[in-house]
């Protein structure tokens, strides 16, 4: 099994709607990773959560790490065609700083 | 543009082949990365820098040879590759063991 699993792997979604990915691990998140990237290039850094509990907002976008801080979700409020891309989710498994562990990705696309 | 310049975009190199990519940053830091992205895997940590000199290895086969002659360049020498090795390698950078990792734009490579 994955350290890091996403859910979703893929979402459709109808331009306007919200929606909500998540990231889930076994293991304490000592630092969580949300990026973006458009097919075949890098990653777009979106924001990082810390501390349990946390909240971040940008634009239409906001993420929270829970109290226990092993689970994060990114919600994505009335939704755009510019949102379109694939969603990773990266942590800080071992607390150390000095390497992040991946999910596989949610693939996200939005229809007119 | 991030900061962190992956060439060359895309690569087709035969088997036989000895081809190199080339990674640089100029955001000061001071910590280097190589990740491969093959299809529906999560990000895969290949090799970790600091300061030039390496401090992770993961078990990357040795057809996969890093160079780091300083902290703003990363190359990655590849020689006798397999069609499995085909994916996106991504470089990153971050600074101070990373409060945020910064990602180029990544190479597409393909053996043929």
């Known amino acids: 099994s994955q350290e890091l699993e996403q859910s979703p792997q893929s979402l459709i979604v109808q331009e306007g709607k919200n929606l909500t990915i998540n990231c889930t691990s076994s293991k304490t998140l000592y630092g969580l990773y949300w990026y973006k990237q458009k097919y075949g290039e890098g990653l777009i850094f979106l924001m990082m959560?810390?501390?349990?509990?946390e909240e971040k907002s940008h634009e239409k976008i906001t993420a929270k790490l829970d109290e226990k801080k092993q689970q994060s979700s990114l919600h994505i409020t009335a939704s755009q065609p510019s949102h379109a891309g694939i969603y990773l989710c990266g942590a800080d498994i071992a607390g150390t700083a000095s390497k992040l562990t991946f999910g596989t990705g949610t693939r996200l696309q939005v229809t007119l | 543009e991030t900061g962190v310049t992956q060439t060359p975009r895309h690569l087709v190199m035969g088997m036989t082949n000895k081809k190199s990519l080339k990674c640089e940053q100029h955001l000061g830091h001071n910590a280097m990365y190589w990740y491969k992205q093959s299809a529906k895997k999560p990000l895969e940590l290949m090799f970790v820098?600091?300061?030039?000199?390496?401090?992770e290895n993961n078990s990357v086969p040795s057809r996969f040879s890093p160079e780091c002659p300083n902290s703003s360049h990363l190359f990655l020498h590849l020689h006798t590759l397999q069609p499995e090795d085909s994916a996106l390698y991504l470089c990153a950078s971050s600074q101070d063991w990373g409060r945020v990792w910064t990602f180029g734009s990544g190479t597409r490579l393909t053996v043929v």
């Open positions: 959560l810390q501390k349990g509990g």
């Open positions: 820098y600091n300061f030039k000199e390496q401090t």
